[in-house]
């Protein structure tokens, strides 16, 4: 069925497109957008049209967005996976995006049979072959706080990329069983000295809520890969070298240029 997907996916590009003055606003609020080859920057848009083509964009509680904001998200969305492909994705539809931070209620059972819940108030959400959630208020500071690296939209949809593999646990899909193995020893190196330098109260560049596991560490750090490549080379650079190999890119090359 490759081919009809394939056609699908042509046919899209032939009849849409994101014209000039939208792509120079959305640069102009999301600062990580800079340096792309012209080339780069053709694909980003294109992958950004098949992205709203294929995924429902699904606002909640009373918010409405406009065609900026929708092209924003998916921008950001794609930016990861400009050298991987809109396959990355595949698999589920719905980006719900809550007026502000939201509250789940989670339940526990431990150890001695006693049920535990409580409620969480996050910013953000993914679920395997679930919809990404996203907060609008978190998502709008987003493009504004690049020096300091978050982006809620880039950390859900780097928890799918990591999904893609099964459960999320900060390996994505691999090439080889090799580089599987590589990739697990270097990241569980520079998340254990992250989490020794959390738990010794040390001021560090990526949120410490980084440490709560791995796949947070590579969401977290992802988001830092995109918005604040030259920290998180200097910090980690084991780990900037193992995401330029992962997904392709060289930011802290591109906005350097
Ligand atoms: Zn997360």
Redesign the pocket.
């Known amino acids: 069925m490759g081919w009809l997907l394939d056609w699908k996916r042509k046919r899209v590009l032939a009849r849409h497109s994101i014209d000039d003055a939208l792509w120079r606003r959305a640069q102009r609020h999301l600062p990580f957008l800079a340096g792309l080859s012209a080339d780069e920057e053709r694909r980003l848009k294109e992958l950004a049209v098949l992205f709203l083509a294929e995924k429902d964009l699904a606002p909640v509680g009373g918010l409405v967005l406009s065609d900026d904001d929708r092209v924003e998200i998916a921008l950001q969305a794609c930016l990861p996976i400009l050298e991987l492909g809109i396959e990355w994705y595949d698999g589920w539809v719905g980006v719900v995006i809550h007026p502000s931070d939201f509250k789940v209620t989670r339940a526990e059972t431990d150890e001695d049979g006693v049920r535990h819940e409580w409620n969480d108030e996050l910013a953000?959400?993914?679920w395997p072959g679930g919809p990404v959630v996203l907060s609008w208020e978190a998502l709008d500071d987003s493009g504004s706080v690049a020096e300091g690296g978050a982006n809620v939209v880039i950390?859900?949809f780097?928890?799918k990329l990591d999904m893609m593999s099964g459960e999320?646990d900060g390996v994505p899909p691999m090439p080889s069983r090799a580089a599987r193995e590589r990739w697990i020893e270097v990241f569980d190196m520079e998340f254990d000295r992250f989490c020794g330098e959390v738990d010794a109260g040390k001021e560090t560049f990526l949120d410490p809520?980084a440490a709560e596991h791995e796949?947070?560490f590579f969401?977290?750090a992802s988001e830092a890969f995109f918005e604040s490549p030259n920290a998180l080379m200097r910090d980690f650079p084991k780990l900037y070298e193992l995401f330029r190999g992962f997904y392709r890119q060289d930011p802290a090359q591109r906005l350097a240029a």
């Open positions: 953000g959400e993914s950390h859900e780097a928890h999320a809520y796949a947070e969401a977290v």
